[in-house]
Nanobody, 115 residues
Framework: QVQLVESGGGLVQAGGSLRLSCAAS????????MGWYRQAPGRQREWVAI???????NYADSVKGRFTISRDGAKNTMYLQMNSLKPEDTAVYYC?????????WGQGTQVTVSS
């Protein structure tokens, strides 16, 4: 059973930074395709960033150049470094792991960016 636990969310002013963490158990994250998603109030969940088992990364246009996805195999944890935050980045952020054709989600962490 794969379990994912996000942390690191909070309230930050526009232009600030936060680092989100996604701690995994039940699976080795470096073997999986991992991603970050977010959902703002009244909007559909959207993809933010992805990292493959080979370490390739890709980002949504809205966060490219500001967010960085990474992982630490020794800690079995994935990260999302978010810089130059904007009010429109306000959302609940979720991590996801794809393994064996199944998707596993964390419970989410709230990020609020004030203007």
């Amino acid at each position: 059973q794969v379990q994912l636990v996000e942390s690191g969310g909070g309230l930050v002013q526009a232009g600030g930074s936060l680092r989100l963490s996604c701690a995994a158990s039940g699976s080795i994250i470096s073997n999986n395709v991992m991603g970050w998603y977010r959902q703002a109030p009244g909007r559909q969940r959207e993809w933010v960033a992805i990292i493959t088992s080979g370490g390739s990364t890709n980002y949504a246009d809205s966060v490219k150049g500001r967010f960085t996805i990474s992982r630490d195999g020794a800690k079995n944890t994935m990260y999302l470094q978010m810089n130059s935050l904007k009010p429109e980045d306000t959302a609940v952020y979720y991590c996801k792991s794809r393994l064996g054709g199944l998707d596993y989600w964390g419970q989410g962490t709230q990020v609020t960016v004030s203007s």
